[in-house]
C-alpha cells in the first residue's frame, strides 16, 4: 500500500487548508484512514481518522469542530478539511492506513502499518 499526502502550504490564522491522502494499492477500502501531525522536536500526535465504512470518524480534542476528515472510496482518497487553523497547528501532517480490518478508530500511530511521505502545514500568527 502507498499513501501519497498534498495540499499542505502556508497559511495565516484563521484560514484553510484541505489534505488529501492517495491511496494506491491492495484492499484499500478495508483500511481505517488516519491523520497524524508532528511539530518540530515533539511527537508524532493523532489528529483525525475513519472507519473503512465511514460511519465512524474520531478526532483529537485540539482539532474537533475545526477539523474534518473524509473519504471517497471511488477515488481512494482520504481529506482532511481544516477551518479556523491555528499557530500551534503548524506541523508536518502524515496519513497512514490501519490494516484494522474492524469497524474502530484507533489513535496510536504505532496501530498504523502504512504512512505517506508526509506535507507541511504552516499557519502564521
Known amino acids: 500500500v502507498q499513501l501519497q499526502a498534498s495540499g499542505g502550504g502556508l497559511v495565516q490564522a484563521g484560514g484553510s487548508l484541505r489534505l488529501s491522502c492517495a491511496v494506491s494499492?491492495?484492499?484499500?477500502?478495508?483500511?481505517?484512514m488516519g491523520w497524524f501531525r508532528q511539530a518540530p522536536g515533539k511527537e508524532r500526535d493523532f489528529a483525525a481518522a475513519v472507519t473503512w465504512s465511514d460511519s465512524k470518524k474520531y478526532y483529537s480534542d485540539s482539532v474537533k469542530g475545526r477539523f474534518t476528515i473524509s473519504r471517497d472510496n471511488a477515488q481512494n482518497t482520504v481529506y482532511l478539511q481544516m477551518n479556523s487553523l491555528k499557530p500551534e497547528d503548524t506541523a508536518v501532517y502524515y496519513c497512514?492506513?490501519?490494516?484494522?480490518?474492524?469497524?474502530?478508530?484507533?489513535?496510536?500511530?504505532?496501530?498504523?502499518?502504512?504512512w505517506g511521505q508526509g506535507t507541511q502545514v504552516t499557519v502564521s500568527s
Open positions: 494499492g491492495h484492499t484499500y477500502r478495508r483500511y481505517v
Open positions: 497512514a492506513a490501519d490494516n484494522i480490518v474492524a469497524d474502530i478508530v484507533r489513535t496510536s500511530p504505532y496501530d498504523y502499518e502504512y
